[in-house]
């Protein structure tokens, strides 16, 4: 299975929007609406940002926001905010005897 | 509050098998899927394995499977790992993690702090 694509990298400035963008197929990401988004700063466990494409997990700011369009799933964080300096990865569910693909993650860089 | 908690990682010679174990906790354990994720050493997270909430699927991505084998014991709140005929490139920090879901929608929203497995002769 082949993981999502995702842009190695973005940045921006602090107060600033920025979307990263995730991108796989119709077996996917445009079949399923089943996108999550997490982050994950250096050393630590990942965080779920992002859940079923648009949902946001109680705790998570409302600052990081869900879409999809066709085969493209997106996070948008907006109000960018030092402390957002990170990875970002996202995932689908698939449906397949390989359920959950992720993408190759975004490094965020807060100027 | 939730808490999963990885052990049985380490140091092991090609070929050689190891068992990952994940015991949870401040939760229904037998409502959720179970995820193995893992990333290597500079790497990207990739999904590994899960198991439905009542152990009768499991899935596993394919560079593991036939090698891997998931498990889990709902009386103990245990989810395990078993690792055999182990390659270089397993060698990553492996995440036990819960799906928001009884089954695999990838909504992985309560993580361990991840376990490192380092195959090397």
């Known amino acids: 299975q082949s993981a999502l694509a995702q842009p190695a990298s973005v940045s921006g400035s602090p107060g600033q929007s920025i979307t990263i963008s995730c991108t796989g197929t119709?077996?996917?990401?445009?079949?399923?609406?089943?996108v999550s988004w997490f982050q994950q700063h250096p050393g630590k466990a990942p965080i779920l940002l992002i859940y079923?494409?648009?949902n946001r997990p109680s705790g998570v700011s409302h600052r990081f926001s869900g879409s999809k369009s066709g085969n493209t799933a997106s996070l948008t964080i907006s109000g960018l905010q030092a402390e957002d300096e990170a990875h970002y990865y996202c995932n689908s569910y698939t449906g397949t005897s390989h359920p959950v693909v992720f993408g190759g993650g975004t490094k965020l860089t807060v100027l | 509050q939730v808490q999963l908690v990885e052990s049985g990682g380490g140091v092991v010679q090609p070929g050689r098998s190891l068992r990952l174990s994940c015991a949870a906790s401040?939760?229904?354990?037998?409502?959720?899927?179970m995820h193995w994720v893992r990333q290597a050493p500079g790497k990207g997270l990739e999904w590994v394995a899960v198991?439905?909430?009542?152990?009768?699927?499991?899935y596993y991505t394919d560079s593991v499977k036939g090698r891997f084998t998931i498990s889990r014991d709902n009386s103990k709140k245990m989810v395990y790992l078993q690792m055999n005929s182990l390659r270089a490139e397993d060698t990553a920090v492996y995440y036990c993690?819960?799906?928001?879901?009884?089954?695999?929608?990838?909504?992985?929203?309560?993580w361990g702090q991840g376990t490192l497995v380092t195959v090397s002769s």
């Open positions: 119709s077996s996917d990401i445009g079949g399923y609406d089943s």
């Open positions: 079923d494409v648009t």
């Open positions: 401040g939760f229904t354990f037998s409502s959720y899927g």
């Open positions: 198991i439905y909430d009542d152990g009768n699927d499991e």
């Open positions: 993690a819960r799906d928001y879901y009884s089954s695999a929608s990838g909504a992985l929203d309560s």
